[in-house]
């Protein structure tokens, strides 16, 4: 069966730092990956979505960027964390893009830039 | 125009008894994919249903149920016999062919002992 693993589960980093969030899909190959983030109460926002490896599109321009080394492994960074970066992000996979594909989504990370 | 609109930030059941939360969408594909799912206070999505555009019967699971009605464009949740494990935000989600998935702003539900 497929599971995807979402680390860390909490992250608490201070303006200006690096950040690197992990996700890791087993089971399934050449999974549709994505990155989203909920501000608190909000609803979901895309950030980045990846439909093989190096392949990386932006939904919303910002100081995150993502990246895809390997076929089911999603990686979302950035160099200077911003106070608004705060948020809970969800790593979501998905088998193909036909209308009848759910997700399925990852634990998520609660990040607090302090 | 909205994709996704859910128009109930928040609602109280009583336990055991049955409830609806709404969800309208706007689409002009003939096909697509309308889901549910539940955000508990973890912060997990978890999917509960799912009802394609050419579905003619309303798609169950358990005690979860998609009121479908295609020409209203909704497909509001049904969750019979409440239960406090119930409480969470429940999100309203729509796919059109292609990378799309349009989420809701979600209902908060609340169920009273």
């Known amino acids: 069966s497929q599971t995807i693993h979402q680390w860390p589960a909490t992250l608490v980093q201070p303006v200006g730092s690096p950040l690197s969030l992990e996700c890791t899909v087993e089971?399934?190959?050449?999974?549709?990956l994505y990155w989203y983030r909920q501000a608190a109460g909000r609803g979901l926002q895309l950030l980045f979505y990846?439909?093989?490896?190096?392949?990386i599109s932006s939904e919303v321009p910002q100081n995150l960027s993502a990246s895809r080394p390997q076929d089911r492994q999603f990686i979302l960074s950035s160099k200077k964390l911003l106070l608004s970066d705060s948020g809970f992000y969800l790593c979501?996979?998905?088998?193909?893009?036909?209308?009848?594909?759910?997700?399925?989504f990852g634990s998520g990370t609660r990040l607090t830039v302090v | 125009a909205q994709k996704i609109t859910q128009t109930q930030p928040g609602m109280f059941v009583q336990e055991k008894e049955a409830v609806t939360l709404d969800c309208t969408y706007d689409?002009?594909?003939?096909?697509?994919?309308l889901f549910w799912y539940k955000q508990p206070s973890s912060g997990e999505m978890i999917f509960l249903i799912y009802?394609?555009?050419?579905?003619?019967q309303n798609a169950t699971e358990g005690r979860y149920s998609l009121n479908f009605q295609k020409a209203r464009k909704s497909a509001n949740l049904v969750i019979s016999a409440s239960q406090l494990g119930d409480s969470a935000m429940y999100f309203c989600?729509?796919?059109?062919?292609?990378?799309?998935?349009?989420f809701g702003t979600g209902t908060s539900l609340t169920v009273i002992p």
């Open positions: 979501a996979w998905s088998l193909g893009t036909g209308h009848y594909y759910g997700y399925t």
């Open positions: 089971g399934t190959s050449n999974p549709n």
């Open positions: 990846s439909v093989g490896i190096g392949q």
């Open positions: 689409t002009s594909d003939q096909s697509y994919g």
């Open positions: 009802q394609g555009s050419y579905d003619e």
């Open positions: 989600a729509m796919r059109e062919p292609g990378n799309q998935f349009y």
